[in-house]
């Protein structure tokens, strides 16, 4: 597989007639089909005025439109999906925030972006799906002449996204053509994938996890992804047993959901085999992987990613190599190091933070000097999180440097509470989060969800931590959630959440 530096390259690869967009009880995209809408696409882009470098908003359900209007705009101009769940107020603030030229959005589709666009003057083209999986027209948009028409090139921006800020305001990531086939090819060489490979997507397609691994690492290795209106585990096991695909990846909340349907569905995990199992975008529990590995008989693949990297930057290895649970395994894309606070780099064994370099990670936050001047020291980009590799090379994450809990001097990793009290045998998962204290700065909290069917109280839970854990690392608090709060993508709020349930120390 030779490496491509552009998404039309990218494509150019995939045999004629092979599956490249799948959907359930809809017929396939073909790569040949694939191809040729994207030379429309970005024919009827530069017909009304847009062209590379040129940003179109797209807000579309999740499916596969939504893929192939990724992969066919990207071709030749800049996209920027967001969360069709946004409010009117957020998408205010995005398409301003991103200079938007043209909004595409799914024909028929309710949605305050459209008054949004009208308000702030952004041209809406409308997306009209075709018969096949991912098959689209567009219209609407006045005539007028692209600047720069065409195919884009290498160092053109294909992706523009913006961080999940916690606290600050987000940043806009751009991501160069380049730097995204980067990513794909770094994912489907780790994987192993293949034009026989069909990943199972139920990442949201405005999330770079979604976007890169299942999408477009798919595509880079001719294989093809099938795209479901979204995660649903009520639905997931029908769609493996409708549309067999080899693997499926997302965050580790999808996989316990999914984890705890797996027993009553043994029937079909047997009937539709998976090559293995993939899990980013969030610390997957040591346990949670043994348990998803021993129910799908499939090697649990965890990987490391983020969207500075265009996704991933470590991966766990397929078999007969180690997967390590609890690691999020070897440099798969970028150079990864260890870097100390005085910008060494720091040897094997040591722990500081996590910093990345490499064909896949951008060359800077837009327009924030300020930002890039903390994010980038001696060309290596700081990730924000806290690490160290192992004897084998492996990377052990010990929590992002801003979540760390600092109960008095010490200082506690939220990752490791989470894993030993995931191990709890009523345990199906567990986030430990840090609750503001008077005297301490912080105190040790963490909330738990329970095996179905299956009880226990906060003094056990408390008791069992405390026979693995230093005094100061137990929580202080416990407290038993049906379900604990996510962002849009799924991943689990640490930060802010003490606030959010209502809890004082």
Request: proline fraction near 8%; aromatic fraction near 6%; glycine fraction near 10%.
């Amino acid at each position: 597989m030779t490496a491509a530096s552009t998404i039309a390259a990218l494509l150019a690869a995939g045999e004629a007639g092979r599956p490249a967009i799948r959907a359930p009880e809809r017929p396939s995209l073909t790569y040949d089909g694939l191809r040729a809408l994207a030379e429309r696409t970005v024919a009827a882009l530069n017909s009304i005025g847009i062209g590379r470098g040129d940003r179109v908003a797209i807000v579309l359900p999740n499916g596969p439109e939504m893929a192939a209007a990724f992969v066919a705009i990207a071709c030749g101009a800049t996209t920027a999906p967001l969360n069709p769940a946004y409010k009117e107020e957020e998408f205010e603030f995005y398409l301003t925030d991103l200079k938007a030229k043209a909004l595409v959005i799914q024909q028929g589709m309710e949605s305050p972006a459209r008054a949004v666009a009208a308000r702030l003057g952004v041209p809406v083209v409308e997306l009209v799906p075709g018969e096949a999986a991912g098959a689209f027209s567009l219209a609407g948009g006045q005539p007028g002449q692209a600047a720069r028409p065409g195919m884009a090139e290498a160092e053109d921006v294909a992706l523009v996204l913006h961080t999940s800020g916690t606290t600050a305001r987000p940043k806009i990531v751009p991501l160069t053509q380049a730097n995204v086939t980067a990513s794909a090819a770094s994912i489907a060489r780790t994987l192993e994938l293949t034009p026989e490979d069909a990943c199972l997507n139920v990442m949201p397609l405005f999330h770079i996890h979604g976007l890169i691994a299942a999408t477009l690492a798919s595509l880079a290795a001719g294989g093809a992804v099938i795209c479901t209106p979204g995660f649903n585990a009520l639905k997931f096991f029908g769609w493996l047993d409708a549309e067999r695909p080899s693997w499926y990846t997302a965050v580790p909340t999808m996989h316990q959901a999914i984890l705890q349907r797996a027993e009553r569905n043994r029937e079909i995990i047997a009937r539709a085999p998976l090559r293995f199992l993939r899990s980013s975008s969030a610390s997957l529990p040591a346990q949670a992987m043994k348990d998803l590995s021993a129910a799908f008989d499939a090697p649990v693949i965890e990987a490391y990613g983020m969207t500075e990297a265009s996704h991933q930057m470590c991966s766990n290895p397929l078999p007969p190599r180690p997967q390590k649970p609890g690691l999020v395994g070897l440099p798969a894309g970028p150079e990864v190091a260890i870097m100390a606070e005085d910008g060494r780099i720091l040897p094997q064994g040591e722990i500081g933070e996590v910093v990345i370099r490499g064909p896949n990670v951008t060359k800077g936050y837009e327009a924030n000097p300020e930002a890039n001047a903390k994010a980038f020291t001696d060309g290596w980009f700081r990730t924000g999180d806290q690490g160290m590799f192992d004897a084998d090379g492996y990377l052990m994450l010990t929590g992002r440097l801003k979540e760390l809990i600092k109960r008095g001097g010490e200082q506690v990793s939220p990752l490791e509470v989470d894993g030993i009290l995931s191990e709890h045998p009523a345990v199906a998962q567990a986030l430990t989060f840090g609750i503001p204290h008077p005297m301490l700065g912080e105190e040790v909290g963490a909330a738990i969800v329970l095996r179905e069917g299956m009880d226990c109280t906060e003094r056990e839970l408390r008791d069992f931590a405390a026979k693995h854990l230093a005094d100061f690392k137990v929580p202080r608090k416990v407290v038993f959630l049906p379900e604990i709060p996510k962002g849009a993508t799924g991943k689990l709020m640490r930060i802010g959440l003490a606030q959010k349930l209502g809890i004082t120390a």
